[in-house]
């Protein structure tokens, strides 16, 4: 198997932002996108990119760090800390997830816990101090790719060609209903309830989806 990239989606405070990271992981080839905690997000700004994406889903950090291993993989922190590499220096070694922090607070200690190394993207003007989290994980997404040597999309004139919408995929398989993970998905729930990532809207908007959704078998 060849170079793979993720991208792990855990306690990111706007909601919207899965949609937009779906369109951009689509853009630079991702191989999976892989949601840690509940399933509910909102697609807004993902014009149709979770049709061509694959999701997964875990209800905690370790699960997804069992999987991600299984597949050989590294885990990248995106963050501004002591040791991290800038992503122009392409530290990388092999197929790797990206962990992206929450917008305000960065990566948690608990996060931090499961990463391999670090990077972030170095900034030359005084006028914001970190990047809106979809626009970092472009930048960081478009350096893998690089490094990676992921072959360009064939263009169309001024746009990229779209590929045929896929068949819906099977369902995921890879956690289970237990009762320690029902209780761990309330309690990340609860916590994340104030920041307004998850819809909570149940009267069908159309900009909401869920995992069940995208991986129904209808």
Not at 104 to 127: A, H, M, N, R
Request: hydrophobic share 35%; proline share 2%.
């Amino acid at each position: 198997m060849g170079i793979e990239s993720y991208v792990v989606v855990h306690n990111i405070a706007k909601r919207h932002n899965v949609g937009t990271l779906a369109r951009s992981a689509t853009a630079f080839g991702v191989s999976h996108l892989i949601l840690v905690g509940r399933r509910d997000f909102n697609a807004f700004g993902s014009h149709g990119s979770t049709s061509h994406i694959p999701f997964l889903h875990f209800h905690s950090l370790q699960e997804a760090r069992l999987f991600l291993k299984d597949k050989d993989c590294d885990i990248c922190g995106v963050e501004i800390k002591e040791g991290a590499f800038a992503v122009n220096q392409h530290p990388f070694k092999k197929s790797t997830a990206f962990l992206l922090g929450n917008e305000g607070t960065g990566l948690s200690s608990k996060e931090c816990e499961i990463c391999d190394f670090f990077v972030y993207i170095p900034q030359y003007g005084c006028g914001t101090a970190s990047l809106n989290v979809t626009v970092a994980a472009s930048i960081i997404l478009h350096h893998f790719g690089v490094w990676a040597g992921f072959s360009e999309r064939t263009r169309d004139g001024s746009k990229y060609v779209v590929a045929e919408k896929p068949m819906k995929l099977g369902r995921r398989n890879f956690c289970t209903e237990t009762e320690d993970s029902i209780i761990e998905e309330r309690k990340f729930r609860r916590e994340n309830a104030a920041n307004g990532f998850f819809d909570q809207n149940r009267n069908g908007d159309s900009s909401s989806n869920s995992l069940e959704a995208l991986f129904s078998d209808d």
